[in-house]
């Protein structure tokens, strides 16, 4: 069991976080706090493994109390401002949940909170209907009049066309064509996944070369990084970066 703190200003915000936690057969809610100021109190006195934490918040904000915490537990950050999440990976957050969401969105920052915890599948015994929501080692996309079935490892890279996306594979030449959004795709994609471009998402795994401004997928392909993704992107490649 993976012992949580939820911490929150408003009340009924607060209240739809616990009762999220608790749906989760491998989270505890340990306590629920509606500050930051509360939430340090409590962690003088008690552990926990993982926090889930709204940022902007009075007296103390999320992203300020995470920092200041000398030993701080794992963090899922949550809040209604998209401009904090450069700042979430800084401080090297699990997740980072942008409100409004639902059960869905919560579920996948749960399980890469379970995956980064370490903890099996086999001790948590998470349920199918858990599991459904969640993509795998393979997906299907539809194209045209077929519905194909996908390796995720084989995908090296994504690109976006307007109401469509191209995926584009290491094992064939031409990409697979199917109505689905950039946001949809990244929502559901493994972690080692990211979005580098308004047009793009790549493989991690499959980059061969970083430039300043770009990065190679092979001797063909070179893929820009834009410049409202180059911070996020950046500080992945410093925490892979051997100096």
């Not at 030993?71 to 904090?84: D, I, N």
């Not at 990976?89 to 980072?96: E, K, L, Q, S």
């Not at 942008?98 to 996948?108: S, Y």
């Not at 949809?184 to 493989?203: A, G, T």
Request: glycine letters at 4%; charged letters at 25%.
């Amino acid at each position: 069991m993976i012992r949580c703190l939820a911490i929150d200003d408003e009340p009924l915000a607060l209240k739809q976080l616990a009762s999220y936690i608790r749906k989760m057969p491998f989270l505890k809610l340990t306590a629920q706090c509606s500050s930051a100021l509360e939430a340090r109190t409590f962690l003088e006195h008690e552990n926990v493994d993982a926090i889930f934490c709204d940022i902007n918040m009075p007296d103390l904000n999320g992203m300020d109390f995470v920092k200041s915490l000398a030993s701080p537990p794992l963090v899922v950050f949550t809040t209604a401002y998209s401009e904090y999440a450069v700042e979430g990976f800084r401080v090297n957050a699990v997740d980072y949940l942008l409100k409004p969401f639902g059960l869905q969105e919560f579920q996948r920052a749960a399980l890469r909170l379970k995956d980064r915890m370490g903890i099996s599948r086999i001790e948590t015994s998470i349920p199918l209907a858990f599991e459904k929501e969640v993509w795998g080692e393979s997906l299907f996309l539809k194209t045209g009049q077929r519905i194909i079935r996908v390796n995720v490892p084989d995908i090296k890279y994504i690109e976006g066309m307007s109401e469509y996306v191209k995926v584009w594979l290491d094992t064939q030449s031409k990409p697979i064509i199917t109505l689905l959004s950039m946001a949809k795709m990244v929502e559901n994609l493994p972690k080692y996944f990211m979005r580098i471009h308004r047009s793009y998402i790549v493989n991690l795994n499959k980059i061969r070369e970083v430039n300043k401004n770009s990065v190679l997928m092979d001797a063909q392909t070179v893929l820009p990084v834009g410049d409202l993704y180059r911070e996020a992107f950046q500080t992945f490649m410093d925490t892979r970066f051997l100096k």
